[in-house]
């Protein structure tokens, strides 16, 4: 399996969608390549001469995807970088109602209905770690619907450094043909700067260095899930940043680093709870008005700070909210659980000697009610019914424990 498959794949399940008339419901993660994800497919699409309805998600959750299913029953639904891990779950709530297709770079779960096409490239022989990012298989899904939108290639870049997929130096892979692409046309400039490549957007008129662009389109779409954020940072994939996206992303960057730094002095006082593999808080609702996937972008900052232990897992909690933008209220009880690991961990998995978030936080989270989704090595995340937090966590200490025993 490899690139080929996956484009003969693409054309079948775009085949299947074209036959449903001109309506399509996009549903995509609202990080960096998420967003970018949908500036690509959602453009792709319109050129196509579909009328798309743009839904950002934080979380892949059962009631969530049901309530996206019962409000579009009959209309094609794409999921864009997210939903490849939970599609027997999405099977059963679509019940064979609407094509959907699920365009993945995450560990996937393949589900036999013949309604539900998983797309993810994990599925093909390419990584999604490193190769490619969400974006840049939403570029060659893309070109599948037709060749000239090769000229979205920047949004494949823009993903991937959003995914820090340039960890090694340099982008590789898909990733590095969205590069060569977007280069030629003078979207983006590449430069090499102590062994390593340094990536500026171009494209717009000004230079945007790419790094802290990705990072603030995370910020526009997950501390600003719920005041806007996705839909300003999409504009400003497409456009450019614009005024409203710098007074938008001031606003959300002044709360962020204020909600911040307050939980790193309550760390530092001993919030902070450690076991044997893993150390983990709670943020309650110490980071509401924010969306919950700001909770993992904590996690990342914290990661190599002098309080936080390298050999250990950081594991962070936020209340998940009963209102999800869009979509209406919800009658649950859920705490989100993001992951990350510091430098030194992040070595050893690599290296082999410890497991990665991909296998170990799924594998936790089913002995406690939790729903899976898109989960990374090194990056991870799940929703878990309150008050089982500290379950969650021993179910990770007895994981890690078993693996290395082997």
């Given amino acids: 399996m490899g690139k080929a498959e996956y484009i003969a794949a693409l054309r079948e399940a775009f085949a299947q969608l074209e036959r449903r008339g001109r309506e399509v419901v996009l549903v995509h993660h609202n990080d960096a390549d998420g967003l970018a994800s949908a500036a690509v497919l959602g453009t792709a699409l319109a050129r196509k001469g579909f009328r798309v309805t743009r839904v950002p998600l934080e979380r892949v959750h059962p009631p969530i995807n049901a309530r996206i299913h019962d409000l579009h029953a009959g209309t094609p639904v794409l999921y864009v970088d997210l939903g490849a891990r939970a599609a027997p779950m999405i099977a059963e709530v679509n019940r064979g109602r609407s094509p959907t297709l ?7 779960e393949e589900t036999d209905d013949p309604a539900v096409f998983v797309l993810s490239t994990e599925l093909f022989g390419l990584s999604g770690e490193r190769e490619i990012s969400a974006a840049t298989a939403a570029w060659i899904a ?8 090769r000229d979205l290639a920047y949004l494949g870049v823009v993903g991937a450094i959003g995914d820090s997929h340039e960890r090694g130096g340099r982008l590789v892979g898909e990733n590095r043909e969205a590069l060569e692409e977007a280069a030629a046309r003078g979207d983006v400039r590449v430069e090499e700067a102590d062994g390593r490549e340094i990536y500026t957007l171009v494209k ?3 230079e945007i260095p790419l790094k802290k662009f990705a990072k603030s389109l995370t910020t526009l779409g997950a501390a600003g899930y719920a005041m806007g954020g996705p839909e300003v940072a999409v504009e400003a994939l497409l456009s450019g940043p614009s005024g409203g996206f710098e007074v938008k992303l001031a606003e959300l960057e002044a709360l962020k680093r204020e909600r911040f730094e307050l939980m790193v002095r309550r760390l530092r006082e001993g919030a902070l709870r450690k076991t044997e593999y893993v150390q983990w808080f709670s943020v309650g609702d110490g980071f509401a008005p924010m969306g919950v996937k700001i909770v993992g972008e904590f996690c990342m900052e914290i990661r190599d700070m002098d309080f936080v232990d390298t050999d250990k897992y950081i594991a962070g909690f936020q209340d998940m909210p009963t209102e999800i933008p869009g979509l209406g209220r919800f009658e649950w009880d859920l705490v989100k659980i993001s ?6 961990l992040e070595e050893r998995i690599v290296a082999g000697e410890m497991p990665g978030l991909a296998w170990l936080l799924p594998e936790a989270a089913r002995r406690v009610g939790g729903s899976i989704d898109a989960c990374h090595d090194y990056a991870a ?5 309150r008050g089982r ?7 990770m200490d007895e994981l890690v424990a078993e693996r290395l025993s082997r």
């Fill in 142 to 149: 893309a070109r599948v619907l037709d060749e000239d939108n």
């Fill in 381 to 385: 995340a799940s929703l878990i019914p």
């Fill in 204 to 206: 717009f008129g000004a």
């Fill in 389 to 395: 937090e500290e379950e969650l966590v021993d179910a």
């Fill in 339 to 344: 992951m990350r690991v510091p430098g030194p």
């Fill in 102 to 108: 699920i365009v993945d770079h995450h560990f996937a």
